[in-house]
T-cell receptor, first 112, second 113 residues
Framework: TQLLEQSPQFLSIQEGENLTVYCNSS?????LQWYRQEPGEGPVLLVT?????EVKKLKRLTFQFGDARKDSSLHITAAQPGDTGLYLC????????????FGKGTSLLVTP | NAGVTQTPKFRILKIGQSMTLQCAQD?????MYWYRQDPGMGLKLIYY???????DKGEVPNGYNVSRSTTEDFPLRLELAAPSQTSVYFC????????????FGPGTRLTVT
């Protein structure tokens, strides 16, 4: 199993602050996905990054895939209470029907 | 659109009991997965299926069984429940391998006491 390490595990910030979440591995991934999960629900896809060095923006969220395709980051600008949730990075495992290997997640709390 | 549905939403089992967690999708996806999520541990793969009649073990298959008789349904069977199986179980499906979004059900919260 290809391990994905996420940091930080917990993050509590005030509305308007910026933050970055990191996802690192010693393995090369063909792609990485970021999911967001709210309490009592399943994860929902935010973005898929495929090309090394790729940067994708989704409103206030910026996702980056490392040049060597071993790491990724999620940056949120001017966080809002609606950004509160669990952020999970995941890489596909071609040996298991392209099931996802997940990091342990970053739990984000944004307070007004 | 229903997407991926799971039943039940919650369940409490006694040690040694058995149950089946139901999962169905209406998107005609060939690939389906069962994950479990424990606090602070992310999601771990239990079993997966690449099409009707084809299933295989994931990272944590012990104590579970699956079947895939149709494209739509992918039930997970727990035999002789143990406290270690207390977890939240998610079923997911995807259209095709590589780069495609996995769609997750709302989960089943299982407690074994």
């Amino acid at each position: 199993t290809q391990l994905l390490e996420q940091s930080p595990q917990f993050l509590s910030i005030q509305e308007g602050e910026n933050l970055t979440v990191y996802c690192n591995s010693s393995s090369v991934f063909s792609s990485l996905q970021w999911y967001r999960q709210e309490p009592g629900e399943g994860p929902v896809l935010l973005v898929t990054v495929v090309t090394g060095g790729e940067v994708k923006k989704l409103k206030r969220l910026t996702f980056q895939f490392g040049d060597a395709r071993k790491d990724s980051s999620l940056h949120i600008t001017a966080a809002q209470p609606g950004d509160t949730g669990l952020y999970l990075c995941a890489g596909e495992d071609s040996n298991s029907g392209y099931a996802l290997n997940f990091g342990k997640g970053t739990s984000l709390l944004v307070t007004p | 659109n229903a997407g991926v549905t799971q039943t039940p939403k919650f369940r409490i089992l006694k040690i040694g009991q058995s149950m089946t967690l139901q999962c169905a999708q209406d998107m005609n996806h060939n690939y389906m997965y069962w994950y479990r999520q424990d606090p602070g541990m992310g999601l771990k793969l239990i079993y997966y299926s690449v099409g009707a009649g084809i299933t295989d073990k994931g990272e944590v298959p012990n104590g579970y069984n699956v079947s895939r008789s149709t494209t739509e349904d992918f039930p997970l069977r727990l035999e002789l429940a143990a406290p270690s199986q207390t977890s939240v179980y998610f079923c997911a499906s995807t259209k095709a391998p590589q780069f495609y979004e996995q769609y997750f059900g709302p989960g089943t919260r299982l407690t074994v006491t």
